[in-house]
């Protein structure tokens, strides 16, 4: 294969990536930005989605699909109760104190983690894709299910951007990011508000990680990953912007995924991690971010 | 001297003398538990300079342990250094290492503080593996056997015996508590107190809160060093793992159930956790859900932790 | 030594986005003045005071301090040069003992003015600073618990530990009773004797008793200064006020 096809199949890889890292980008993005909590149990939600997936998409009978289609509906909405009570019983009695609320987060990591560890086990399992169809493309052959993952991903952005711009929702939510105290002046249900953005947040790293499952497989400790690039991507994109999180998540996805394929994927992380903190040193606002005055 | 803290130099003077007098009556396998905790109690007393009197979240520190032990784990494998020379290099190191990491991440505060310690503790692990023919990656490194026995003024120092070993961590920890004593007593410790308390008032009654908050970073970042020195000469091996999130979240634990802000608060939280855990592991092996679940009962219902609880409640005077 | 000017800005501005909250001081202050700032609600004075402390970064224009420029010193530099700022709304360390609020304050000044700190003195220090401001009785109480009036005296108190040249005062008699404002000012009239004091006030009798030149803020300009007949009698500061309807 020469290099250009190589480069194209490293971008498409990268597309991919890019994709289920919006999903999870976004809900880690809008928890912070409307809640202010650092979120660390964020990648364990998106395992539990996949760990879910797994047992949804196992114990459905008949067609691949029809199983894979109960998970994408069944799997967010289990760990966005999951998170819902979570912040029940435990964030709103913190009242989101930044440092209570990131410790009791890394408690509720393990917690999710340990338990799936002693119910679903060590293993790795695969989910069968909905579909097989492999696309011929004069290099190399193509999955079309890859692809149908990032059409589902556009999509989902699309709805998330109705919700957030056109409906009751998310004008909630967006004056009770833009400012605490009024809204609660006004009568807004700000607990309310938050508890149900911390379930969406989760609930969107869950879809991620269904759609996901079956290239990749489910295991106990695959949130760390999905943590780290999240955290990278929302520090990029500036904290709490959804717009620039979707673009710095197709810019990480992208370089993660080319650099992971010509160099080791190793060293493209410790690149990404250090590029990560000089941004958050230098433009703490984000890179796209106007300066501020 | 006040009488307050005449008293507490009295409380933690005596209970070192306790923990060096322990080693002639307990077993010996409670004699290699206990040199762990304390080594990982000075780990955490370093963490607690900085979280627990200055206010300052780290949620890297393990980078500052790992330092400490491949500096002092690296030479002596690869070069043949003496221990007390890769001992004192890798002080030194992990010092160097604070000052640098400390000037970068005091440029931001609070969240951010909190992951970018985290993201560059993550890039110094990932870069143990990415290096995993000098430093061993995730499977380690076991210290050759000479360097396991040496002659240190005039002294011949056997670190395979139990009970050097323990003598050893009960001189490192009289040091880190005697250190830190001072320093908190002193004028620091006021103002790491009240930077804590209230930063901005803090800088607007003349103090350079940058200066003594990178201070704080810097001596905290040292002495956990000194506690991944210790620990990979006294047990001979090192490994990625120390510098792993898992260690960082360890010293945060230990902290916060001993009492963030007390001397004694980290070593008492190392014992008990590490207590907990043996007991535990006789009948599970969930340790980590226990961590998690500790942790979130702490922030829930024990914020202070024990002798922070105590502290408030019955000795206003301890240190 | 020529005459210096005790404190001087020049063409001071300070914008956050569209608002001009400070837009273009030209404001000197004399040593041993007690002078007061007064202006409508929003007009820019509690900026105006930041920016002479260095709490806020003034967007252009200059602040001179005993002839010194001293406009891009962080504010921990001008403290020690001796700018003390008190806060509008309290900020005290409200989990710390009365005392120690105030030993704080006494280890800056001997800490940089390269005096020894031991343990012993800077209570005694603190101690004497407790006496002025009358919280002596309360000196082991914590700061939180303290009543408001008490708690505003306890921010002038940390103010006078630093022993400054320039003491700022944002509003201190807001929220307090009656007799504690006629103590608080016979305090203030004791506390001019060996500083330099910038009062920024609502309260007119106060600003009458106290002040011998008075300069009137309004949206981010001065809009007068004279002594409090002259700006009692002046008819753009009674539009102002009475445009507004302020007070
Ligand atoms: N940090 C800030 N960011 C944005 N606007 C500010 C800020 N501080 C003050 N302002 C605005 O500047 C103007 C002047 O405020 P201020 O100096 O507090 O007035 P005063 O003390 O005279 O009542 C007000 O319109 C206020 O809303
Ligand atoms: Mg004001």
Redesign the interface.
Known sequence: MGFGPFLFLATLEGLVQASVLVLTAVGLSLVFGVMRVVNVAHGEFFMLGAVIAWFVATNMPGDPAIGFIAALIISPLAVGAVAYVADRLILTRLNYNPEATIVATIGLLYVIQQSVLMTYGADARPVDPPFYYTIRLPWFGYSSYKLFVIAAACVLLGVIWFVLKRTKWGLLMRATQFDRETALAFGIPVRKVYSFVFAIGAGLAAIGAVLIVPIQQAHYLMGLDPLLLSFTVVIIGGLGSIQGTIFAAILIGLSDGILSVFFSPTLAKIVSTLFVAMVLVFKPNGLFAKAKR | ??AG?MKSLILHLAVLVLLFLLQFVISDYAILTLTRMMVLGIFASGFNILFGYTGL?S?GHAMFFGAGVYAAGLPIYHFGWSVPLAFVFAIFMSFVAAVIIGV??L??V???F???T???A??GY??I??FNRETGGSEGLTMPQASRSFDFLGLTIDLTDAATRYNIAVLLLAITIVVSFILIQG?YG??F??IR??E??????????LTAKLFSFTVSGTIAGMAGAAYAILFGYIGATFAG?QYS?EA?LFT?LGGAGTLLGPLLGSILMTTLIDRLSEVTS?Y??F??????????WF?KGLLGTIKEKWLPWLT | MADVTFLKTKDLKCHFGGIKAVDGVDFTLEKGEIRAIIGPNGAGKSTFVSLLSGRTEATAGEVEFLGENVTRLPAYKRVRRGIAYTFQITNIYKDFPVIENVAIAVQSRLSNSGEKTGAGRIRAEAEKVLARVGLSQFAERKAGELAYGHQRLLEVGMGLALQPELLILDEPTQGLSDSEVSDFCDLVKEIAQNATILLIEHNMDVVMTLAGRITVLNQGRILAEGSPEDIRANRAVQDAYLGRGDE
Not at chain 2, 200 to 209: C, D, H, I, S
Not at chain 2, 292 to 299: H, R, Y
């Open positions: 001297m006040g803290m979240l949620l970068i991440a440029r931001t609070r969240d951010s909190m992951i970018l985290l993201m560059l993550q890039a990932l870069a593996l990415y004028r006021r103002l107190n009240a308390e209230n901005a008032r803090t800088e607007m009654l003349g103090y350079n809160v999130i979240i945060l916060l969930a980590f859900l961590l998690g679940l500790i942790l979130i009962a702490l922030t829930l914020p």
